[in-house]
């Protein structure tokens, strides 16, 4: 894993790389394109170059290890793919295969669920979506079809409501379609015992707010939450009447006529969860498998048959059980770079802090070697991001500058979170008051490689702020029922991203080569370790850089 010095960049630290999260380089630039309409004197700057010092990227999609083109990017793959270096296969793709070959059903995982087949519940715990960031209905259906192929005598859905992959107050049709689907499950009583929105309920990530988690344990688990339901139809349409969006459905359980919850998770039983996508399931599972958790008050913790889709934590091992193997992301930057004696200080706010730790070093949760390794968390606030769009941009920068003057590092790496989790939110003006704020931080960033004489990488993990409106397919912007009102979009999109690099001490031969236009995010990351004055190891995809 020894580096060879790069033949022309000089080993001139620090070098910057910066992260701007969900900011697309859409090529539809109209009035709901939030990147484009932002005031970003800076980001504009640097486009202005041109192409050997700005180009984009492709984030989404097979080259990001999704299965088809129609896949968005995400935070997840976005940031595996810059941290390491290579197209891996992905959660979604490997379940895919799993289910495609049947493997799913013969492996560890499954013979750890199965005996609670027979005279037990099998519990699914899930993102109710097909939005294939986190989870995809698709795998769902077929893993509840092969539980009652092999046997699933009494079978439970606990499921989150999404409005965030997916388009909002799409809730009702996927419960509607799943309600469907269950009754179809011939000689197994399936039913769907919980729920809520997976922003109130259960997907906390990264320990913001465990409050979330304890609500999903006590409807899932517990079979108490404060709306209790005999139809899960019903439920949503009364829980939405107020108008929250899917993403903030309050809990819910669904009883019998008795008001006696038909779910809840009892000793013996087995539970799935069947997310392939870490971040956001990491707490719950701890939940289940750990005896002396202590995180909330779990008031019962039934002995259960516990496992993933996948396994969420390499480091962690966790859970122990799980259906389909991960993805091996193995020899990434971090890993190189610790292993050359290279020192690295990443930061990002919690929401996106192990977007650039966890998922950047290859879905570990520990360090490389910890004495090379800084990581700073600034604390989220806990509020929807549009009213509080600035997130903490401001000192995500400072922490960024400080580190760069400090001198200790030979990469400063900072994510912004702005344009993501604005962007989730839908609120257009709130998404543009959030790429300004970033404009303003990276103008602050590049001021300090300006005055330390080094060199800076900017680039995103996907498009979101770049579209907030939802399209047909001739990429008109479609309306409420008043044919006034935007629809917004919250999720991600299909867009590239931007790369751009400069810095004083970036030599004046060195542009981005013009022979790689299907580049994708993997490419970045040979790209920064040139820039940190070596040579990227040969089986990185192959850098951007070029010498004229
Ligand atoms: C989320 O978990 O917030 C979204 O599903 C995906 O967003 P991210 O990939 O940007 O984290
Ligand atoms: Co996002």
Redesign the pocket.
Known sequence: MELAPHPVIPQKKPVLVCIL??WGENPVTDQYNACHVAKSPTIDALAAKGPGYYRSVLAHGPAVGLPTDGDMG???VGHNALGAGKIIAQGASLVDIALETKSVYSGAGWAHVKPAFADNTLHVITLLSS?G??SRYDQVLKLCQGAVADGCKKLRLHVLTDG??VPDNSCHEYMRVLVEDLAKLEGCDAKVASGGGRMKVTMD?YEADWAMVERGWKAHVLGDAPHKFTDPIEALNKLKEGGDSDQYVEPFVITDADGKPVGTVEDDDAVVIANFRA??VVEISKAFEYPDFNSFDRVRYPKVRFAGLMQYDGDLKLPANYLVPPPLIERTSGEVLAANGLRTFACSETQKFG?VTFFWNGNRSGYFKEDLETYVEIPSDNVPFNQAPLMKAREICAAGKEALRSKKYDVVRVNFANP?MVG?TGDLAATIAACEECDACVKELLDVVDELGGMFLLTA??G?ADDMVQRNKKNECLFEADGTTPLPLTS?TLAPVPVAIGGPALPANIKFRDDLPKAGLANVTATYINLMGYEAPAEMEPSLLAAF
């Open positions: 999260d969900g995400n935070s997840e939005g960031v986190h965030r992959d990530r971040d956001r977007h993501d989730h993990d996907h979101n991600h």
